[in-house]
């Protein structure tokens, strides 16, 4: 809450009155006091599939080994999330029929690569590069990737705590209520496109913002 007044510009006249647990918090400026909740949103999906990808990798760094015992170094891919597929068929499809593909694909393509840097990439890899230094590892590249938020993870979360609205008004007897939606799944290697992003619909929140947790960018939904 605290980053969230800072970030928002806020604590110049907003400060923390009460922790608590339905609203989460009660702030006051010099006039009021608003009850606070907040209500954390991710992306799922794509969450699950990078999270498979690193497993990926991990498998795929230890057939490497075993194919080219004397390579050592960091190979560096670039995937971006979401538009992993090979033959019409996702890394989730994929994983289900057989865990072992993925990492085949990537480590036929490398030893391939090794050989003739001009090879044909798999559709999903959208780059390949490599350093001599340090044990053999195949990562996820550190280029951002950036992808659009699926408005309607902010839709159903607004619309949950509307729901318990009047049970925080009557908990704290106040007459106003912020939501503040915390995105999560952000990080140095992936991040979401939050321009243009609105509620279309009227809340019954007094105020709603969203707050993208790793960058700690704030906008006001309402």
């Known amino acids: 809450m605290a980053r969230f007044l800072h970030k928002s510009k806020l604590a110049e006249t907003y400060a923390i009155e009460t922790v608590c647990e339905s609203p989460d918090f009660i702030i006051k400026n010099a006039d009021q006091s608003i009850a606070v909740e907040l209500r954390e949103i991710l992306d799922e999906p794509i969450q699950r599939e990078t999270n498979d990808l690193r497993k990926a990798l991990l498998r795929a760094t230890s057939l490497l080994h075993e194919r080219m015992p004397t390579l050592t170094g960091l190979v560096n891919l670039e995937i971006p999330p979401g538009v992993l597929t090979h033959q019409g068929k996702s890394l989730q499809e994929l994983n289900r029929t057989n865990k072992e593909t993925v990492p085949e694909i990537i480590v036929t393509f490398i ?4 050989h003739n840097p001009t090879t044909e990439r798999p559709a999903f ?3 390949i590069s490599y350093s001599r230094e340090g044990n053999l590892s195949i990562e996820l590249s ?5 992808r659009d938020l699926n408005i309607n993870k902010i839709k159903e979360a607004v619309t949950i705590k509307e729901t318990k609205l009047a049970g925080y008004l009557a908990a704290t007897e106040l007459q106003k209520c912020w939501l503040i939606l915390v995105l999560k799944g952000a990080g140095e290697a992936a991040g979401y496109r939050l ?3 609105q509620l279309t619909e ?10 993208e947790a ?3 960018i704030v906008l006001q939904l309402k």
Do not use: K, P
């Open 111 to 114: 030893e391939q690569w090794f």
């Open 214 to 216: 790793f960058g700690g």
């Open 142 to 146: 550190e280029a951002y990737i950036v």
């Open 125 to 127: 890899i959208q780059h």
């Open 202 to 211: 009227g809340s019954t929140f007094d105020r709603v913002y969203l707050l």
């Open 195 to 197: 321009d243009n992003i």
